[in-house]
């Protein structure tokens, strides 16, 4: 069952900051501080400028096939089922792991505000909140919007009221343990930019993929670096080294000193909020991978159940937020989300193999709306920039994320493999060094299909008559009269007409004046008697067809015929032709085409004018 589309850009843009606003600005600062000093503002922004590239490549995967499941989605029909497999399992549990240490993280705050346990206070939350995503992704995605914009308001309020008490001072000086400790400071922080591009596992849901998601994630990633810059600027400028490298609340701290009690209340009610928000947008787009590895058996099929009142996949939320509950009850989670730092790491670089991949095979269908630009570049710079920070992460986390990776893909030959099989993209570049076969056209297919959703494409008469007219793609050297005969025997199959009256009245047609229209292409059209009659006959010719002698080579040709009564379509069909060849780079896709199937593709889902009946 397809999930509801019902979120817009505000919506893409809170769940993006909320996965991010929370331990990585009021938990880490005091932490970084101690490594970096006063630089760490700086090692913030290096981490959000090292975050980039892999939002570019997610940001044109995402626009490509916005689906549920973000990176296992992208991955898998990038590299194989048995990666995604790997990949779609690390996305799900690092992403779990993170919601409900962001829960268990509130222990600090909450101990300023109650003397409730925190292992209560945390069970309830994520009750709620597992409650709130099985009545919608619009209802959760509102309340990420609430808590975000109330999160960002008190952060500008400690910026406004804190600048006037920042002492120079504090910033000499700058960077005590020098540069090296300022890049590694950046690695120990980068996971305050994690959740950044998370937003992308419930692309399925997001109204106007192809312009919200990459400009929600955008905007989310300049607000948010910013807005830590400006908050841990401020409070490195009034806390003295000492308050500052043991503090477990920092910017509460920070608070006391320039808006007395009040204020560090109102800090760590935001700090209470962050911790709230990431936990929300955690079981949001952790849920939403075990749908998108059930549908494709790598899980049991009721994890892909979506309620029929709601549209939510409510099996995947209480999986998840069952999952989340027994962390923060039971699990000591340090370590734990070590490793899902690492295995977050490791996704990052996957994402960015994804869209090599995905553009080196050359699949037509792959049409993103966004395109990561200065391309491979921006891909080997995510690529180089995510194994840095894995190195230093150190030999324990990188040995266990090992382990998982081997114990899923033992799931991935016990399970998975004896019921699922999936082609993918490296598939199509082997086959281009190889120059064998090895796949056929599902992966087209099903990229043809996303596309048909992602683009509210409703299909006209035009496109059901493309479906099922006849395709000629002729190799070697073809004459006009050979090849208006091939056209005539496909006229007459298709419509049950004579042949040769067929082929008299097209070479009729040419000879009356030619339907050679430039750009390699021909349109011939003819009128035949009758009721009730009209076909298409599309054809390829690598080498060329000469129409008339010194003309030049056609490679494209659409063949009309239709009865008189069939004009108005006639006419409808020249145009959404027309359309469609002017198309950026129609005349180059149209020559790369592996196969009929690509050609009707191509057609197929060409931006045109639509004409489809009146609903009641």
Request: net charge positive; aromatic share 10%; glycine share 8%.
């Amino acid at each position: 069952m397809a999930l509801k589309r019902e979120l817009g850009l505000i919506h893409v843009f809170a769940i993006a900051s909320g996965a991010m606003i929370s331990s990585g600005l009021f938990i880490l600062p005091g932490l970084a501080a101690a490594r970096a000093g006063p630089a760490v503002v700086l090692s913030y922004v290096i981490a959000g400028m090292i975050a980039l590239p892999t939002l570019l490549s997610k940001a044109e995967l995402t626009t490509a096939m916005p689906k549920a499941g973000g990176d296992y989605f992208y991955i898998s029909r990038s590299m194989g089922s048995a990666v995604g497999t790997i990949g779609g399992f690390a996305s799900w549990f690092s992403l779990s792991l993170k919601g409900a240490f962001a829960l268990t993280g509130m222990a600090a705050y909450a101990a300023i505000l109650t003397t409730i346990p925190i292992g209560i206070i945390a069970a309830c939350l994520c009750v709620a909140f597992v409650l709130i995503n099985l009545l919608g992704a619009k209802q959760a995605g509102n309340s990420q919007v609430l808590l975000v914009v109330i999160l960002i308001g008190v952060l500008g309020y400690f910026v406004f009221r804190g600048i006037p008490n920042v002492m120079v001072q504090r910033f000499s000086p700058f960077a005590p343990q020098g540069a090296g400790a300022v890049f590694a400071t950046a690695g120990f922080v980068f996971i305050s930019f994690g959740g950044l591009t998370k937003v992308a596992s419930i692309a399925e849901e997001v109204k106007k993929p192809g312009v919200n998601l990459p400009l929600g994630m955008f905007l989310s990633l300049l607000v948010v670096t910013v807005l830590y810059a400006a908050v841990i600027f401020v409070t490195v400028g009034v806390l003295s080294g000492a308050e500052l490298y043991d503090s477990l609340t920092p910017i509460s701290a920070a608070a006391t000193i320039f808006a007395g009690p009040m204020g560090a209340g109102i800090i760590a009610l935001a700090a209470l909020l962050a911790f709230v928000s990431t936990a929300n947008a955690g079981i949001m787009s952790a849920s939403r991978y075990p749908l998108a590895m059930s549908r494709d058996h790598i899980l049991p099929g009721f994890f892909q159940r979506a309620n029929k009142r709601f549209g939510t996949p409510h099996m995947a939320i209480l999986f998840t937020g069952g999952f989340m509950l027994l962390s923060v009850l039971f699990l000591r989670l340090e370590m734990l989300v070590r490793i899902a730092s690492t295995l977050l790491l490791a996704l990052y670089i996957m994402a960015n193999l994804a869209v090599v991949f995905m553009r080196e095979s050359r699949i037509l269908n792959y049409q993103p709306k966004f395109k990561s630009p200065l391309y491979p570049w921006t891909q080997i710079a995510g690529g180089l920039g995510g194994l840095f920070l894995i190195v230093r992460m150190g030999v324990v986390p990188i040995t266990i994320a090992v382990l998982f990776c081997f114990v899923m893909f033992g799931w991935y030959l016990a399970y998975v493999r004896p019921r699922s099989y999936k082609e993918f993209a490296l598939l199509r570049i082997i086959e281009r060094v190889s120059a064998k076969e090895l796949t056929g056209y599902s992966l087209e297919t099903e990229l043809k299909d996303i596309l048909r959703e992602r683009d509210e494409i409703v299909e006209d008469r035009f496109d059901h008559v493309i479906k099922e007219c006849p395709i000629l793609d002729i190799e070697g050297r073809c004459g006009l009269e050979d090849f208006l005969e091939k056209v005539s025997q496909e006229v007459s199959n298709n419509l049950g007409i004579d042949a040769e009256l067929v082929y008299d009245l097209l070479h009729a047609r040419e000879e009356e004046s030619s339907t050679v229209i430039g750009s390699g292409m021909a349109i011939p059209h003819i009128i035949v008697e009758g009721e009730k009659k009209f076909c298409i006959v599309i054809a390829r010719s690598r080498e060329g067809i000469e129409f008339y002698e010194g003309g030049p080579k056609v490679h494209t040709v659409f063949v009309l015929v239709g009865t008189r009564d069939e004009r108005n379509f006639h006419l409808r069909a020249l145009a959404a032709i027309a359309q469609i060849a002017r198309l950026p780079k129609f005349e180059e896709k149209w020559m790369q085409a592996r196969s009929k199937d690509e050609l009707r593709d191509l057609i197929l889902l060409g931006e045109r004018t639509r004409h489809t009946p009146p609903t009641a």
